[in-house]
């Protein structure tokens, strides 16, 4: 039995690859994901170490507020330049030296722009001079507050050259330095991975990127020659006391690796998730590959019967070779997987700066479950067609026709059921629980369900979709070709609806989300012009705190309100807080109902959060800001979330301690009879020597914060690319599985006068017809799925459902050109059959 199923395999190659086409790709989907967060998890390793070799031991002040990856931007605590000379003091020691270095230092480029970085950080620090690993290319390090050095990487990006005047954006407006000098680092490189650095003064590092002089937030420590620099530590920190955190260059590598590394966890999992999607969607092109396989095998195995075989060992013929197919894919996969992540990580490096990329390895991890995955989905779509061949009678072996079309009464009934499963366990997920494992569940089982179901609706529906082709011969061949087999059509349009629904349903909240709060802050915001910036890194743009003042000043203006914002404990728990200048003038210009003006030892939050945690007007509250010590604010007014911007509101004394000290947005409230036009202009003034933000009307603000909710569908989008092409690729398994099934009839309609170019129209029009139904399938559920979790998010604020009909038509309309282009090669093999040989095919 062993050697008769090898020899199957081996003798219909064509349909080896066929069938191994699905898990390829969703195994190249595993193995890349792992792959990528691999090579970049080595690559940070080799880029922290690299950037702390010239430190033996680093000397830190413990954060006043500890922020993960995940969770946001941590600042760093200060520390007073008297640990410095204390540290120098210790034992081991040979130099200490404070050292300067935070996010947040943007660089004017030559055009006026600011200097962009999608990743990497835009450090500013003190110069200390250059050592083993810098050096100065042109000119000389900074010796006045009024001179900036940088490194070749901004030089290059920024069109600078020394001797150029500067400007620089930090916690303070827009500077302007002389740049006295360009440096880089060993082997040529320009940066660090692609990180911006600008050096200043220590005096110019301390007031711009900490926010006061005489601190710095390191000291790095070269131990004496034959110090362990782990014993050197180990004084300091004793020395120093608990206030500080003490750690060796080899620690402090691996702790800021492994921030980074937390994110990459995160992006792995959503990678994979594609990739189960796109093996789910394998599914079903190898359980339809498999049925084919079986009913062309009929009389085959019959055979097999005749002379002995048992059940147990047709179903162990059809698994093994199920194995087989799923352990060459696996293993094609996992080649492919290595390239893709191998390519993704290139492009991480190019849009991400240039970092450093470690040689490309493969984990053990992308091994194992490549060919678990590969093996286990593979075995798993078998399955059933293996219990059919094992139910093929002996006497199959004397029949023509093998295989009669089975009622569809037990799998529709079973599609009710497990629809019905899907549909409660999602609905408990979204309107009892919020569990998004129960969410998730929900949708898989449902999609189950109507792919069950597909076979009791294809007849109707694709009789109905044929009749548009039903004008020639061909046409109606094709229409009825394509609903002879409703399991067959069925398992096909499946899995093209589960990619196109995804795609819908995602498209359906992010579209009735985007709605809802353009819809909502239009309402609530009455300020006509809104001063800020679009967000495009880890920091908000900001603007001087002079301009509020000034734009009040402007004629038509009625009220003018600043608002901050930063992570904050309140009471112990992080959670983002705004700030204002003024809490009454920021009320009048949100158009909400009228509230007081905060003193510095004052907060006003929203009902909503009162409620929650019974704070009343009176209530004291500990509020613990990024770089100030806690500080005891007493509630003085309440307000409903809606109605303001956000859930705490913070006076503006307090803003000294954020991490971003001045304003990200200003909201400017116009007189009655003052128009926009007639008072825009003057606003734009204001904010034109400051390149991040500038000042529009609200609708214009408002779809600018929305806008990223076109991202998140564009990378949707892609990522389920490769789940679509999977489902096309199960129309091209299935129209050339069912020429070689059908090669007889081919030959004997053409025998009786159906031309070559009606056979590939014939074809063709099954193509469509199966594609147009599994798209219309798609939009259908991915409507009413995205409908489904919009109703339940109603309370959160996403009150209109927008359906995306341009893109559901495009949908369909792609789908009849992919069932187009997956005819072709199929087509032109049941053009080409040699005429007496097919009739002659048994």
Same mark, same amino acid.
């Given at each position: ?5 090898? %020899? ?40 922290? +170490? ?30 007073? /330049?008297? #640990? ?45 001079? &250059?050592?083993?690993?810098?050096? $100065? ?9 009024? =001179? ?40 040529? %490189? ?17 007031? $711009? ?20 620099? @782990? ?16 750690? !060796?260059? =080899? ?9 980074? %590394? ?46 002995? /075989? ?54 053990? +991890? ?11 989905? &593979? ?13 093929? +009678?002996?006497?199959?072996? *004397? ?95 499946? @899995? ?29 915001? %009455?300020?006509?012009? #809104? ?93 613990? !800001? ?17 109605? *303001? ?134 939009? &259908? ?17 996403? !009150?209109? $459902? ?5 893109? *559901? ?6 789908? @009849? ?26």
């Amino acid at each position: 039995m062993l050697r008769a199923t090898l %020899k199957s395999l081996l003798g219909r190659k064509l349909r080896l690859v066929l069938s191994g086409l699905a898990v390829v790709l969703g195994v190249m989907f595993v193995a890349g994901a792992f792959v990528l967060t691999d090579t970049l998890g080595r690559s940070f390793d080799q880029v922290f +170490a690299l950037g702390y070799s010239q430190t033996d031991v680093g000397v830190t002040a413990k954060p006043k507020i500890a922020v993960s990856e995940m969770e946001g931007e941590q600042v760093d605590a200060t520390l007073p /330049a008297s #640990v410095v000379d204390d540290v120098r003091q210790i034992p081991g020691v040979r130099t200490a030296t404070g050292m300067v270095g935070a996010d947040g230092a943007r660089v004017i480029g030559s055009d006026g722009k600011v200097l962009q970085s999608f990743g990497p950080p835009r450090l500013g620090v003190n110069w200390v001079g &250059t050592d083993d690993l810098t050096r $100065l290319r042109e000119g000389r390090g900074p010796e006045k507050d009024t =001179e900036i050095a940088v490194n070749a990487e901004v030089a290059k990006a920024a069109g600078l050259k020394v001797g150029d005047q500067v400007g620089v954006l930090t916690l303070e407006p827009k500077k302007t330095f002389t740049l006295v000098g360009i440096w880089g680092y060993n082997s040529d %490189k320009d940066s660090l991975s692609g990180v911006q650095e600008v050096a200043f003064t220590d005096a110019a590092a301390q007031r $711009l990127m900490l926010g006061e002089t005489g601190v710095y937030n390191m000291v790095s420590v070269r131990t004496a020659d034959g110090a362990d620099p @782990a014993e050197v530590r180990d004084r300091i920190a004793a020395a120093l006391g608990s206030a500080y955190e003490v750690k !060796t260059g =080899e620690q402090l590598a691996a702790d800021d690796a492994a921030e980074l %590394k937390e994110f990459l966890g995160f992006f792995n999992q959503v990678l994979l998730g594609f990739a189960a999607v796109a093996l789910f969607v394998g599914i079903f092109l190898i359980l339809n590959t498999f049925s084919i396989i079986v009913a062309q095998r009929t009389r085959e195995l019959a055979l097999m019967r005749a002379l002995g /075989a048992s059940r147990r060992q047709m179903i162990g013929s059809v698994l093994l070779e199920a194995v087989v197919i799923g352990l060459l894919a696996a293993a094609i996969g996992l080649a492919a997987g290595v390239g893709v992540g191998a390519g993704l990580g290139y492009l991480f490096s190019a849009m991400g700066g240039g970092i450093d990329l470690a040689p490309v390895g493969v984990p053990m +991890a992308a091994v194992l479950s490549s060919l678990i995955v590969g093996v286990v989905v &593979t075995v798993v779509a078998a399955v059933l067609p293996a219990l059919r061949a094992s139910r093929i +009678a002996p006497v199959a072996a *004397m029949q023509d026709v093998a295989t009669p079309d089975r009622p569809l009464t037990k799998v529709s009934v079973a599609g009710a059921l497990v629809g019905a499963a899907g549909a409660t366990t999602l609905g408990i997920g979204l309107y009892a629980t919020s569990s998004l494992w129960l969410i998730l569940t929900g949708v898989l089982v449902s999609f189950i369900g109507v792919a069950l179901l597909t076979p009791l609706i294809s007849r109707p529906v694709v009789a109905l979709l044929g009749r548009i082709f039903s004008w020639s011969v061909p046409g109606r061949l094709g229409r009825l070709n394509s609903g002879r087999n409703p399991r067959r059509t069925a398992i096909t349009a499946a @899995a093209l609806m589960v990619g196109i629904a995804l795609v819908t349903g995602v498209t359906v909240v992010m579209n009735s989300a985007k709605t809802s709060l353009a819809a909502q802050a239009e309402d609530t915001i %009455k300020a006509q012009i #809104v001063i800020g910036g679009e967000q495009g890194g880890p920091r908000a743009p900001t603007f001087d705190p002079e301009v509020l003042a000034k734009a009040r000043q402007v004629d038509g203006v009625q009220a003018v309100g600043g608002v901050w914002n930063d992570q904050a404990l309140i009471d112990g728990r992080l959670t983002y807080v705004n700030a204002t200048d003024d809490l009454a003038q920021l009320a009048a210009a949100y158009g909400s109902p009228a509230l007081p003006t905060l003193r510095p030892d004052q907060i006003a939050l929203s009902t909503q959060q009162a409620t929650e945690h019974n704070w009343t007007i009176g209530s004291v509250l500990t509020v613990q !800001t990024a770089r100030g010590d806690p500080t005891k604010l007493t509630v003085a007014a309440t307000y409903d979330e809606n109605a *303001m911007p956000g859930s705490y509101l913070l006076p503006a004394a307090l803003t000294k301690d954020f991490g971003l000290t001045q304003p990200i947005f200003g909201f400017v409230r116009l007189a009655d009879g003052v128009t926009v036009e007639q008072a825009l202009p003057a606003v734009k003034q204001l904010v034109a020597d400051s390149p991040e933000v500038t000042a529009t009307d609200r609708t214009t603000f408002v779809q600018q914060q929305v806008a990223d909710f076109d991202t998140v569908i564009t990378m949707v989008q892609v990522l389920l690319a490769l789940a679509i092409l999977i489902a096309v690729l199960g129309v091209v398994n299935t129209l050339a599985l069912s020429v070689l099934e059908r090669t007889r009839e081919l030959g004997l309609l053409r025998a009786v006068g159906l031309s070559r170019g009606q056979t590939m129209r014939m074809v063709t029009v099954e193509a469509v017809v199966i594609s147009v139904f599994g798209a219309l399938l798609g939009v &259908t559920v991915g409507a009413g799925l995205g409908a489904a979790v919009v109703r339940a998010l109603d309370g959160e604020g996403i !009150t209109q $459902l927008v359906l995306p009909w341009g893109g *559901m038509g495009l949908y369909l309309g792609l789908a @009849a050109l992919v069932g187009v282009l997956a005819a072709v090669l199929p087509s032109i093999k049941a053009a080409r059959l040699n005429v007496l040989a097919a009739i002659a095919h048994d």
